[in-house]
C-alpha cells in the first residue's frame, strides 16, 4: 500500500486471512496505525490478534510526496544558524 501525502492520516484497510478463512476486525484482531502521517516516515500498521488467535503482525506502507504540490508534507526542524 503506498499513498500521497495530502496532510492526512493513512489507514489503509486491513483484510486478514488464514488457512483461507477471512477474520474479522474487532472479533479476531484489532489495528492500530503509527507514523502514518508524514512522508519520508516508515508509515506501520500493527494487527493484533485477539479471541481465538494470539500474536501480532506488523506492515510498513509508504506516504509519497504528491509532486504536483508545494503543500508542507513534513515535520517542523530548525536549522543552526551559519
Sequence with gaps: YDSIYDGNEKTP????TLDG???VKGKDYTVTYSNNLYVGKEAKVVITFIGNYEGESTKTFEIT????TTEFDGEWITVPAQ
Design 21 to 23: 478463512k477471512t477474520l
Design 65 to 68: 510526496q504528491d509532486p504536483n
Design 13 to 16: 484497510t486491513v483484510t486478514v
